[in-house]
């Protein structure tokens, strides 16, 4: 399975993004996608999360009601609407894959693109 994230960018804060990741790979289809993030001097951590069917969703209580997260089975790419960008929403975020949603959601996953950087600017 290999993971290819864009979208990253500069921007002000209050601007939007979307991230995008492309994936490849057998049975990936059916897979739970996510994305993590980790900011300069921080862990990483968990941002969103999606079950291959689009039904179960998870978020980090700090992008909730901002982030949305969703999937286009039919390209295999998931996505990550970013609104109202905050100067701590910067990091490099990654693209994560898994067979289990719980897992990814707790852990991250077998499968990790290159990150992409968010940078905002107060």
């Known amino acids: 399975v290999q993971l290819q994230a864009s979208g990253g960018g500069l921007v002000q804060a209050g601007d939007s993004l979307r991230l995008s990741c492309a994936a490849s790979?057998?049975?990936?289809?059916?897979?739970?996608m996510g994305w993590f993030r980790q900011a300069p001097g921080k862990e990483r951590e968990f941002v969103a999360a999606?079950?291959?069917?689009?039904?179960?969703?998870y978020y980090a209580d700090s992008v909730k009601g901002r982030f949305t997260i969703s999937r286009d089975n039919d390209k295999i790419t998931v996505y990550l609407q970013m609104n109202s960008l905050k100067p701590e929403d910067t990091a490099v975020y990654y693209c994560?894959?898994?067979?289990?949603?719980?897992?990814?959601?707790?852990?991250?996953?077998?499968?990790w693109g290159k990150g992409t950087q968010v940078t905002v600017s107060s």
């Open positions: 790979g057998r049975t990936v289809s059916s897979y739970a």
């Open positions: 994560v894959a898994d067979a289990g949603l719980g897992y990814l959601r707790s852990r991250g996953g077998d499968y």
């Open positions: 999606i079950s291959w069917s689009g039904v179960t969703i």
